[in-house]
């Protein structure tokens, strides 16, 4: 998280690493509060654009719903058993 947005130096390569290391783990993640919406965010730095609209629909467009375009905290495919509450600023804050 340090790598974007907080801007932390790291060289190119361990920066490379970090960002492949929690790219890999997304299915396991994306759907969580918090942190979906980075995920597309981390996916451009790498510069696979693919995988960057794959991660922006899933780390943030999926927890919209609704006729205002609410953003949840939790996905509703992802947790069915969580209310659905929103809007949650976390979500949104991380796609800004």
Known sequence: ??????GYSA????????????LDQAEGYLGSPMLSALY???????GDRKLALKMLQEG?????CGRF??????RPDRFPEQPQAGPFFANLSGFS
């Open 60 to 64: 943030y467009a999926r927890f919209e």
């Open 1 to 6: 998280m340090g790598l974007w947005p907080f």
């Open 69 to 74: 375009s609410q953003t949840l905290e939790y």
């Open 40 to 46: 597309g965010v981390w996916a451009v730095r790498t």
């Open 11 to 22: 060289d190119p390569d361990v920066e490379q690493a970090t960002l492949k290391f929690y």
